[in-house]
């Protein structure tokens, strides 16, 4: 079945390291995006591509990095410079005018220990 | 800008109640699109519903039903007769092009309990 693999489903870090989150889709949809969902705070983006080896900053960009080499993957980079990590994250995809907007993946929930 | 606005945190309700859901939205543009989505606690959201600002008529899927009001920005969501199944976190959300390759902007969500 198609869809979008989120992994790993629970990731601690330490303070002062970088971690990355998977996001693999075999949708063969164009765009994707990573969210972070905290409580009370709803989704927010960090980065989205619209395009292989293209992608722009969202609304909280800082401390997080992304690559797009790939069609099917959008890995997302959690740097030591993002001061509060902890939250869950969510990788979205998406084809031009679906009708069905996007397919989310089941997130990533990331604690900072 | 874009900006959504969904005024209920939280609602709980006992089993069988209609429920209501408010999304308000702005938007510069005359061309635009909303939707609804649900996150069971599972995490995963479900998408619900999308509706261009072009049509206006309300839409009924069995218990659920949308109702779309351009003179008042507004993007309602009722539930009839809830189940406990219904229990989630519900979000609206607006793109200002097909939603395809533009990012969607999200309320902070609505929390519905329903009590057996």
């Known amino acids: 079945d198609g869809g979008i693999t989120q992994s790993p489903k629970y990731l601690f870090r330490k303070e002062g390291q970088n971690v990355t989150l998977s996001c693999e889709q075999n949708?063969?949809?164009?765009?994707m995006y990573w969210y972070r969902q905290d409580p009370g705070q709803g989704l927010r983006l960090i980065y989205y591509?619209?395009?292989?080896?293209?992608?722009q900053k969202g609304d909280i960009a800082e401390g997080y990095s992304v690559s797009r080499e790939k069609k099917e993957s959008f890995p997302l980079t959690v740097t030591s410079a993002q001061k509060n990590p902890t939250a869950f994250y969510l990788c979205?995809?998406?084809?031009?005018?679906?009708?069905?907007?996007?397919?989310f993946g089941s997130g990533t929930r990331l604690t900072v220990v | 800008a874009q900006k959504v606005t969904q005024a209920q945190t939280e609602i709980s309700v006992v089993e069988k109640e209609d429920v209501t859901l408010d999304c308000v939205y702005e938007?510069?543009?005359?061309?635009?699109?909303l939707f609804w989505y649900k996150q069971p606690p599972s995490g995963e959201l479900v998408f619900l519903i999308r509706?261009?600002?072009?049509?206006?008529q309300n839409e009924i899927s069995g218990r659920y039903s949308w109702n779309f009001q351009k003179s008042t920005s507004s993007f309602n969501f009722t539930i009839t007769a809830s189940q406990v199944v219904d229990s989630a976190v519900y979000f609206c959300?607006?793109?200002?092009?097909?939603?395809?390759?533009?990012?969607?902007?999200f309320g902070k969500g609505t929390r519905l309990s329903v009590i057996a």
């Open positions: 959300a607006l793109s200002e092009a097909p939603a395809g390759n533009t990012p969607l902007v």
């Open positions: 979205a995809s998406s084809i031009p005018a679906a009708n069905y907007g996007y397919t």
């Open positions: 591509s619209q395009i292989v080896n293209d992608f």
């Open positions: 938007t510069r543009d005359t061309t635009y699109y």
């Open positions: 949708l063969n949809h164009d765009a």
């Open positions: 509706r261009n600002s072009f049509d206006e």
